[in-house]
């Protein structure tokens, strides 16, 4: 199934703005925004924060453990595009960034919870342009529990997978296979294969990108014109 020309029901997949010398009510967005021309020097158009942008990924699934942070580059799912049809941002442009734990204090059960979300750096556009971005993905807090001796066919499935996660799922399950991957993040730290022979499963954090790490943006972002 090509998810990237899905429709998301929660979201369109194009941002048209209308754009004019000052603001205005944009004509689809995903959250209430506005957009402006800069008219400096040079001309600039202003995709506001709290806008969302729609990702994409090479592959249907990014599984990482609690904790571990693993660099990750997105690519943007569909043209956004001003209200006149300008390509502010083509569809396809990387989105360079990292997943990132976070931890979720809960002192009612004095319980120290953790999520993952997907934070951007910048943005590299097909012509090679590189811009600095600023925005970051909800944060995912449901995990998947793995246990020794599971069959991770169907997890593994069409899967990227974050070092430590693979050094777990390895280990816990025997999968072999596993080592052949190539997980992303870099090699696992050697204290963690003595602490997993000592437990009987671990929880995973499945990410579906296309569901989950859609992007928001954190601050203004001008798109020089």
Do not use: C, H
Request: hydrophobic share 40%.
């Amino acid at each position: 199934m090509n998810r990237i020309m899905r429709w998301k029901s929660s979201t369109a997949a194009l941002i048209a703005i209308a754009v004019t010398t000052a603001t205005v009510t944009p004509l689809f967005t995903f959250t209430p925004a506005q957009a402006q021309f800069n008219l400096n020097q040079s001309r600039s158009t202003t995709i506001p924060s709290n806008v969302t942008l729609p990702v994409t990924y090479e592959k249907e699934k990014v599984i990482v453990q609690p904790g571990e942070t693993a660099p990750l580059t997105l690519r943007i799912a569909n043209d956004i595009i001003d209200g006149n049809r300008n390509i502010l941002i083509p569809r396809g442009s990387e989105v360079i960034g990292e997943l990132q734990p976070v931890r979720l204090d809960s002192r009612q059960n004095n319980n120290n919870r953790q999520g993952v979300r997907f934070v951007a750096r910048e943005l590299v556009f097909p012509s090679g342009r590189r811009q600095q971005i600023f925005a970051n993905s909800r944060t995912i807090t449901e995990t998947q529990r793995i246990s020794k001796g599971t069959s991770t066919g169907q997890i593994l499935t069409d899967a990227a997978i974050g070092a430590g996660a693979a050094t777990a799922i390895s280990l816990l399950t025997g999968n072999k296979k596993i080592e052949t991957l190539e997980p992303i993040g870099g090699a696992a730290a050697g204290a963690l294969a003595s602490v997993l022979l000592r437990r009987n499963s671990v929880d995973m954090f499945v990410l579906r990108p296309e569901d989950d790490l859609d992007i928001t943006l954190q601050s203004n972002l001008i798109i020089p014109r």
